[in-house]
Antibody, heavy 127, light 107 residues
Framework: QVQLQESGPGLVKPSETLSLTCTVSGGSVSSGSHYWSWIRQPPGKGLEWIGYIYYSGSTNYNPSLKSRVTISVDTSKDQFSLKLRSVTAADTAVFYC???????????????????WGKGITVTVSS | DIQMTQSPSSLSASVGDRVTITCRASQSISSYLNWYQEKPGKAPNLLIY???SLQSGVPSRFSGSGSGTDFTLTISSLKPEDSASYFC?????????FGQGTKVEIK
């Protein structure tokens, strides 16, 4: 059974870079059958999709964060990572990593969905 | 971005009740709609994908319906372990967006 685990510092200073890693166990980021994603939830607010990566390194980012975000993958360690630059207090959130699967949609296209999630890690931006 | 609006934001129901949660998209998203369950301190759990397909391992009391802009998640007979938050998510176009969530409490 695939499990995801987020890791990284729980406290980051304003203007610095937030760095998180998601470790995949019971599976492989190189499977080719999945994408790998980051999502966050600020306190008292809804979920926000940050972006995803394929094992090949191709990425798709939320335009609202694109200028500050980098998602990378390390296939040798079965990990993928998030870097968010120039953070402010507004970036305080619970960060989740998730696996994305897909299924053929009726007619054409694919349904994409996040079928495995990590438990989340709380990151506070404060001096 | 496609806005997802859930209602109600919270509800309280008794064990055995039929519970319905609604999710509305700001534009048509066909059937590209997923539902998740979230409990404190636990990883979110996929319930429904493609608006109505039950994820493997999810109890059959959960069902989803709808297409276009209006969708529903139904719990046919509420159980104590269903006390959780539920949220919808569209995968029709990036950036993927989520509803604000519905908190379900057991009376």
């Amino acid at each position: 059974q695939v499990q995801l685990q987020e890791s990284g510092p729980g406290l980051v200073k304003p203007s610095e870079t937030l760095s998180l890693t998601c470790t995949v166990s019971g599976g492989s980021v190189s499977s080719g059958s999945h994408y790998w994603s980051w999502i966050r939830q600020p306190p008292g607010k809804g979920l926000e999709w940050i972006g995803y990566i394929y094992y090949s390194g191709s990425t798709n980012y939320n335009p609202s964060l694109k200028s500050r975000v980098t998602i990378s993958v390390d296939t040798s360690k079965d990990q993928f990572s998030l870097k968010l630059r120039s953070v402010t207090a507004a970036d305080t959130a619970v960060f989740y990593c998730a696996r994305i699967a897909w299924a053929a949609a009726a007619g054409s296209g694919y349904y994409y969905y996040m079928d495995v999630w990590g438990k989340g890690i709380t990151v506070t931006v404060s001096s | 971005d496609i806005q997802m609006t859930q209602s109600p934001s919270s509800l309280s129901a008794s064990v055995g009740d039929r519970v319905t949660i609604t999710c509305r998209a700001s534009q048509s998203i066909s059937s590209y709609l997923n539902w998740y369950q979230e409990k404190p301190g636990k990883a979110p759990n996929l319930l429904i994908y493609g608006a109505s397909s039950l994820q493997s391992g999810v109890p059959s009391r959960f069902s989803g319906s709808g297409s276009g802009t209006d969708f529903t998640l139904t719990i046919s007979s509420l159980k104590p372990e269903d006390s959780a938050s539920y949220f919808c998510q569209q995968s029709y176009s990036t950036p993927w967006t989520f509803g604000q969530g519905t908190k379900v409490e057991i009376k």
